[in-house]
């Protein structure tokens, strides 16, 4: 236990769909982070947000939406997503920007 | 261009027997690198760290060694026991201002044969 918890564990959902993944931590860290893991590829940043605000956005489809309404809650809206969005999404916390990032056990997403 | 790489996708030793893991890295910007340990169906969890001050850090049976010329790092597992068996992740950053940004390798499963 890490920490971090992303709920749902695994999601299968129609491209024409609208889901949401969320995370939670109680480590009272102040940044957290989305990213994606594509079959073998490395680890994707997606979005990172500090103390609620987002400070990165690394180049992602408006079909993903970010939100954070506090500090310990992080969400991703997904809407019309593609086959190819199928990864697995991982949350992730930590207390400074430069120090080691606490994860999730991530969500097993299948699009349709 | 992948600025993080791991070049060997696995690697597979004996129980009792050293684990040598090893990173390359491209962004002379980097100055903090750290090693994810993942199992099946959970998320990375934080092994070790190394500063770019440093080029040696150890922690138990886990020793990383950095060198900044070559832009390499390695991780060193000893003695390897079976537990260990996992993906093991190198990652990066560069402490910029207002930067959070980890860059990962693709990873390294390791298999302790015992």
């Known amino acids: 236990e890490t920490g971090v918890t992303q709920t749902p564990r695994h999601l299968v959902m129609g491209m024409t769909n609208k889901k949401s993944l969320k995370c939670e931590q109680h480590?009272?860290?102040?940044?957290m982070y989305w990213y994606k893991q594509s079959a073998k590829k490395p680890l994707e940043l997606m979005f990172v947000?500090?103390?609620?605000?987002?400070?990165e956005n690394n180049s992602v489809p408006s079909r993903f939406s970010p939100e954070c309404p506090n500090s310990s809650h992080l969400f991703l809206h997904l809407h019309t997503l593609q086959p190819e969005d199928s990864a697995l999404y991982l949350c992730a916390s930590s207390p400074t920007g430069n120090t080691e990032a606490f994860f999730g056990q991530g969500t097993r997403l299948t699009v349709v | 261009d992948q600025q993080v790489k791991q070049n060997s996708p696995s690697l597979s030793v004996q129980e009792g027997r050293i684990s040598i893991l090893n990173c390359d890295y491209t962004?002379?910007?980097?100055?903090?690198f750290l090693w994810y340990k993942k199992y099946p169906a959970e998320g990375p969890t934080f092994l070790i760290s190394i500063s770019s001050i440093k080029d040696k850090n150890e922690d138990g049976r886990f020793t990383v060694f950095l060198n900044k010329s070559a832009k390499h790092l390695s991780l060193h597992i000893v003695p390897s026991q079976p537990g260990d068996s996992a993906v093991y992740f190198c990652a990066a950053s560069a402490s910029g201002a207002g930067s959070y940004q980890l860059t990962f390798g693709k990873g390294t499963k390791l298999s302790v044969i015992p």
């Open positions: 962004n002379s910007m980097f100055d903090y």
């Open positions: 480590l009272g860290h102040n940044a």
């Open positions: 947000y500090n103390f609620k605000e987002q400070t």
